[in-house]
């Protein structure tokens, strides 16, 4: 099993809580799981319901499903807590990886060779890997920074919208090294710190760079500026789900639109989508207040610029984008 589920626990918190019927939630790397999962609740005596619909992060939490569903636990696998106050009881499995970072770790040694300075980042399923990473940097007379802004659950963690503890170490390091698989969260890294950035992928025992996507993604993203400068009228995404309902800071942008003779109109919407967009026609620009990575990583999706809440100020003159650039386009 590449992924510690915590069986043990789920049962013992579905007994505790007496829980009869169980939603599961599960990010769409793990769905395949699911129907173990389910055999575990059931076995545990409480009817499982899986969500089908897509999970994106603990600030997507089906508390709404639950609720008609008349659900007693909702169990988010794949992510730590980030709601502070759940209306339905939550039980967080954060799915631990047991895949071995050693080769994947030397692998980079090489691509930063040239850095002496280099700090570590990595997700939730490897949180646990960062001590045995930085032993292997060390030992590669490297000097290793880990960023602590208690913000995240873990030391050097980072989710799809906050990159706090990798943004607090950046003046300190030349480069980064994210611990994980694939690409999203380690362009997530290189947006909001601007450093090189090299992953180290345990699942596939290989290494490389991301820089060319970074670069990649900021000539797109000042492609989008430069188009939603010449726009009129703009819409202001609020997002729905829990940890992404950031209604006043929506409020804030509609008004420094409306006072350079923009047109703003708030749109609300739990799921951000480029259909959604085509209900809206004399809309020529959006600006993004929920989950930022929606502007970044499905930019090609939106025919019309759909901006991150930085990305509006450069829009209105109150931040250049060489400002922007230098702050990283990832505030979190």
Same mark, same amino acid.
């Given at each position: ?8 626990r789920v ?8 829980a009869?019927?169980v939603?599961i ?8 799981e699911?129907p173990r999962?389910a055999?575990i609740?059931? #076995?545990?005596?409480a009817?499982p319901?899986?969500?089908a619909? $897509?999970c994106?992060?603990a ?6 499903d639950?609720?008609s ?12 807590k980030?709601?502070?106050y ?12 047991g ?7 030397? #692998? ?12 570590l ?5 490897h ?6 990473a930085?032993?292997?940097?060390v030992?590669?007379?490297k ?13 050097g ?6 990159y ?8 300190d390091?030349?480069?980064?090294l ?5 690409q999203f969260?380690?362009?997530?890294v290189?947006?909001s710190?601007?450093k ?5 992928? $345990?699942?596939?025992?290989n290494?490389?760079s ?8 900021? #000539? ?5 500026v430069?188009?939603a ?5 703009f819409g202001?995404?609020?997002g729905?789900? $829990? ?14 639109l409306?006072?350079?003779g923009k ?16 209900e809206?026609p004399s809309?020529?620009a959006?600006v993004?207040?929920?989950c ?14 759909v901006l991150?809440?930085n990305?509006a100020?450069v829009?209105?003159?109150e ?8 702050k990283?386009?990832l505030?979190g």
């Amino acid at each position: 099993m590449q992924f510690d589920f915590e069986e043990e626990r789920v049962k013992k918190e579905i007994h505790s809580l007496n829980a009869k019927r169980v939603l599961i939630q599960l990010p769409e790397g793990l769905k395949p799981e699911a129907p173990r999962l389910a055999r575990i609740v059931e #076995k545990s005596g409480a009817l499982p319901i899986v969500s089908a619909d $897509p999970c994106y992060g603990a600030c997507d939490l089906a508390t709404t499903d639950a609720e008609s569903l008349g659900v007693d636990l909702i169990i988010h696998y794949g992510h730590s807590k980030m709601v502070k106050y759940e209306r339905v009881p939550t039980i967080y499995v954060e799915a631990r990886a047991g895949a071995d970072i050693t080769g994947a770790v030397q #692998k980079a040694l090489p691509l930063l060779e040239k850095w002496h300075k280099i700090g570590l980042a990595t997700t939730v399923q490897h949180s646990q890997t960062l001590d045995a990473a930085r032993e292997i940097l060390v030992r590669a007379s490297k000097t290793v920074v880990i960023g602590d802004t208690a913000r995240a659950s873990y030391p050097g963690q980072v989710i799809g919208c906050d990159y706090s503890n990798a943004k607090s170490i950046a003046k300190d390091v030349e480069a980064f090294l994210f611990i994980g698989g694939g690409q999203f969260h380690a362009i997530g890294v290189a947006l909001s710190t601007s450093k090189p950035t090299v992953v180290a992928d $345990p699942f596939d025992n290989n290494a490389f760079s991301i820089d060319k996507e970074a670069v990649k993604i900021l #000539k797109q993203r000042w492609a989008s500026v430069a188009e939603a400068r010449r726009a009129k009228t703009f819409g202001v995404l609020v997002g729905l789900k $829990p940890g992404q309902k950031k209604l006043e800071e929506a409020l804030q942008v509609k008004q420094k639109l409306e006072d350079k003779g923009k047109a703003a109109l708030l749109l609300a919407a739990r799921e951000i989508t480029p259909e959604m967009m085509l209900e809206f026609p004399s809309v020529e620009a959006y600006v993004n207040t929920a989950c930022p990575r929606i502007s970044l990583d499905d930019a090609s999706k939106f025919k019309k610029p759909v901006l991150t809440i930085n990305e509006a100020l450069v829009v209105v003159g109150e931040l250049s984008w060489e400002e922007l650039c230098r702050k990283g386009l990832l505030e979190g």
